[in-house]
């Protein structure tokens, strides 16, 4: 099993920047690829950014390229989000995803982005 735990969300303005946190702990051995989504009211569920397991970005999303990175602190097991140029359209519930060796797949509680214009 593993737990993640996100932080890191708020409030901010159009323009601003925020970085997200993902923790994990439990069986972090078995970690493989991580990943950053995001789902806003009456959207689908959609993938920000991953990262593979010796922390190289894998995808970005054409909507936040340029302006999101994502990160990877193997000795924390920490995942990072690091949001900048934030518009009113990147306000969501960003979840972190966490895939096993072993293919299982792992899903934190979420934390709020509201960016506001």
């Known amino acids: 099993q593993v737990q993640l735990v996100e932080s890191g969300g708020g409030l901010v303005q159009a323009g601003g920047s925020l970085r997200l946190s993902c923790a994990a702990s439990g069986n972090i051995f078995s970690l493989n690829d991580m990943a950053w989504y995001r789902q806003a009211p009456g959207k689908q569920r959609e993938l920000v950014a991953s990262?593979?397991?010796?922390?190289?970005?894998?995808y970005v999303a054409n909507s936040v390229l340029g302006r999101f990175t994502i990160s990877r602190d193997t000795a924390k097991n920490t995942v990072y989000l690091q949001m900048n140029s934030l518009k009113p359209e990147d306000t969501a519930n960003y979840y972190c995803?966490?895939?096993?060796?072993?293919?299982?797949?792992?899903w934190g509680q979420g934390t709020q982005v509201t960016v506001s214009s």
């Open positions: 990262i593979s397991s010796v922390g190289i970005a894998r």
């Open positions: 995803l966490a895939r096993t060796a072993s293919g299982s797949a792992y």
